[in-house]
């Protein structure tokens, strides 16, 4: 295994087990709010510095890109960290969300990390070495269309501008799957379409921590990743389309109608 991958895997457990030991006193949690529906706790901030203390004490001179402290040094290797993607569930004491950190070397994701703390499930991936859940290599699935897919999705409830346009996506869409999952974790979503456990997902303005790690883990699944205009402008601009082969193209084709101006990257 690469050391780079080896640290983040420590990063990422060590961040999960903060969390879980606080799920204790959620409750008690002060909750500020980042921006409309946008929410932030001592959970995040504290699950964050575990991973960036993590990293530096290896890696004193890699650069840092994280949610919560934003950009930090400046080097050819940037760590993209989202200390707790799924906030708004973990709040509410919905079970499901994640770790997630992505290692971008030279402007590539090279290496991806995504840590379900209460299912215990690491999902990792290397460029050109596959992707594996715990140790199990993944694959994505080998549905060809839209037909009986089960497929993800995110609402733009952070941007709510955008809402009708995802709302003529859904329109067209939702009649020719088998049905639509919203889990409420970005980076979960696309480790799932690795998975083979949904067969496609997407979503409107996601930022470049939610899905640096997802990406890659969907790529070396056997997976395809675009943004709404079949580009790979998803890391600026994270409007994302990501599935199997089959299964992405149809999503893809169905997104590009209702695109308005603002969501054509
Ligand atoms: C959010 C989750 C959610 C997605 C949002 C993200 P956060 O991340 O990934 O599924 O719909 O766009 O912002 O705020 O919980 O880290
Ligand atoms: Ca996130
Ligand atoms: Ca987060």
């Not at 080998?142 to 037909?147: A, I, M, N, R």
């Given at each position: 295994m690469h050391p780079m991958l080896n640290i983040a895997i420590r990063a990422a457990r060590s961040a999960g087990n903060l969390i879980i030991r606080s799920l204790q006193h959620v409750e008690h949690l002060e909750v500020t709010t980042k921006g409309r529906n946008d929410f932030v706790s001592d959970v995040d901030r504290l699950a964050e510095q575990e991973i960036i203390s993590t990293i530096k004490k290896a890696y004193p001179d890699h650069a840092i890109l994280a949610e919560e402290s934003g950009e930090a040094g400046k080097n050819e290797t940037v760590w993209i960290i989202?200390?707790?993607?799924?906030t708004t569930n973990f709040l509410h004491g919905f079970p499901h969300y994640c770790v997630s950190i992505g290692i971008m070397v030279k402007g590539r994701i090279e290496h991806g990390v995504v840590y379900d703390p209460l299912r215990d499930e690491l999902f990792t991936a290397t460029r050109g070495a596959g992707a594996q859940l715990n140790d199990r290599r993944l694959r994505v699935t080998?549905?060809?269309?839209?037909?009986n897919s089960l497929v993800a999705t995110g609402f733009p409830f952070k941007y709510h501008q955008h809402f009708p346009a995802f709302s003529n996506m859904v329109s067209t869409i939702f009649p020719q799957v088998a049905d639509l999952r919203r889990g409420g974790s970005a980076a979960l979503d696309l480790a799932y379409v690795a998975a083979g456990r949904v067969d496609g997902y997407w979503e409107i303005g996601l930022q470049k921590w939610d899905l640096a790690s997802g990406i890659l883990l969907v790529e070396e699944a056997g997976g395809v990743v675009t943004d709404f205009?079949?580009?790979?402008?998803y890391i600026e601009h994270g409007n994302i389309v990501a599935g199997s082969l089959g299964v992405q193209q149809a999503l893809l084709d169905e997104i590009k109608p209702h695109l308005t101006e603002e969501l054509k990257k």
């Open positions: 989202d200390p707790l993607d799924g080998k549905q060809k269309s839209l037909e205009i079949g580009g790979n402008g």
